[in-house]
């Protein structure tokens, strides 16, 4: 239902530093400046479903992202909605249903934490040992892959 070409394009979700997420996304082919965006979502189904408090704006003031605090999902699963009208008539509904590996949402990790460094001159070698970065949804230590650079100054 609703206006060809006004639903949205291009959706996509960032969660960096572990709780916050900014979604955002293109106005539709169609959709004129005065086509306004609204985005619900629902974490998991045993959620109730919210609308975005903090709505991010083009320049003609149509809501093109959302920003997210606090944000947890725990179960891999996120479901969203991007509905909204023009001139008073509905625009095209998008509905996603999100696991949290796919291409919907991604997620910029922080650093590996409490690194710590042991090097001993007569041997020639140095020791390595971190924790994980903390993230919003990834519980299991073999997820993770890690890469050295080492620097002779």
């Not at 959706?11 to 979604?23: H, K, Y």
């Not at 249903?97 to 710590?116: G, H």
């Not at 042991?118 to 020791?127: D, K, Q, V």
Request: with cysteine; glycine share 4%.
């Amino acid at each position: 239902a609703g206006m060809n070409g006004t639903a949205i394009e291009n959706f996509v979700c960032v969660i960096f530093n572990v709780s916050f997420m900014n979604c955002t996304w293109h106005a539709g082919r169609t959709a004129t400046e005065d086509t306004q965006y609204f985005l619900y979502w629902r974490p998991s189904k045993k959620e109730d479903i919210t609308e975005c408090q903090h709505y991010i704006k083009d320049n003609c003031g149509r809501h093109t992202g959302c920003q997210f605090q606090n944000v947890t999902i725990e179960n891999k699963n996120a479901y969203f909605l991007v509905n909204g009208s023009r001139n008073g008539q509905n625009i095209q509904e998008l509905f996603l249903t999100n696991n949290i590996s796919d291409y919907i949402i991604v997620e910029k990790l922080t650093p590996p934490l409490n690194i710590t460094v042991n090097c001993t001159e007569a041997s020639h070698r140095c020791s390595i040992w971190w924790q994980p970065p903390h993230t919003s949804h990834v519980k299991k230590r073999s997820c993770f892959k890690y890469e050295i650079v080492i620097e002779n100054k």
